[in-house]
């Protein structure tokens, strides 16, 4: 119990899922994520990694794009392609911008490039899970309502006309933070500060997010009408209700 006399729920380990086929880089990943706690699972190969999924279900999946067999992008295009939306976090090599901005189009959350500092992912992954919870912030909800456009930040849901929208980690806080200062224009680099919590990394990642956001919340995402580029600066939330 804790001192008000309440009794406290034990916290679930969150199980991480590591894909890599690299055996010494793997077990330097789940050394350092065990010892943080995580229940840690390995295989090295594509195939390995859906069939693992589907067994059960991780938190996380820790995933390299360079892998035998079923590659990591694909992996990934099938992850996104279950309703429960496991976040994914990818390992890259460090040439590879091009698979790297395929993988944050296809919904990956978060990525690392090769070689990193264990000690980072560790803090990536935590904070990728903080941020998957869900779980409601104190006091009364948060409703940002546009038009026909309606986001809880306490229950992390989206709707549009009703349906309700798919969307990945970064791609709705990137919309919340958006929603909660319309009309003031932002660059890349303080969304990736702001959102992702970077103060570095590659600017191409808050793009193609703006570009997949745009894909599910505008009419026509090829003249966007809420977010709308600025340009030489980057971007702002304009409400279609103002």
């Excluded at 059960?56 to 992996?75: R, Y």
């Excluded at 009309?183 to 808050?206: C, K, M, P, Y």
Aim: aromatic share 4%.
């Amino acid at each position: 119990m804790d001192v008000d006399g309440r009794e406290q729920r034990p916290q679930e380990t969150k199980r991480v899922l590591v894909v890599d086929d690299d055996q010494t880089v793997s077990d330097v990943i789940c050394r350092y994520l065990e010892h943080d706690g995580f229940q840690v699972n390995h295989v090295g190969d594509g195939a390995a990694a859906l069939t693992a999924v589907a067994r059960q279900a991780p938190h996380l999946v820790v995933l390299d794009l360079m892998l035998p067999g079923v590659d990591g992008l694909q992996v990934c295009r099938e992850l996104r392609a279950r309703p429960d939306s496991v976040p994914i976090i990818m390992l890259t090599a460090r040439g590879d911008e091009a698979d790297r901005i395929l993988g944050l189009q296809l919904g990956a959350d978060d990525y690392l490039t090769k070689p990193f500092s264990p000690r980072e992912l560790v803090l990536r992954v935590r904070s990728v899970l903080r941020r998957a919870s869900g779980e409601p912030a104190p006091g009364r909800p948060e409703v940002l309502t546009d038009g026909d456009l309606a986001v809880r930040t306490d229950s992390r849901t989206a709707q549009l006309s009703g349906t309700e929208l798919a969307l990945t980690l970064r791609e709705f806080d990137l919309l919340v933070h958006l929603m909660r200062h319309p009309s003031r224009a932002f660059t890349r680099a303080e969304l990736l500060e702001q959102v992702w919590g970077w103060n570095f990394g590659d600017h191409s990642t808050v793009t193609v997010h703006v570009r997949r956001l745009r894909e599910k919340i505008e009419t026509d995402p090829a003249a966007p009408r809420r977010i709308v580029t600025v340009w030489g600066v980057g971007y702002r939330y304009e409400p279609t209700d103002a």
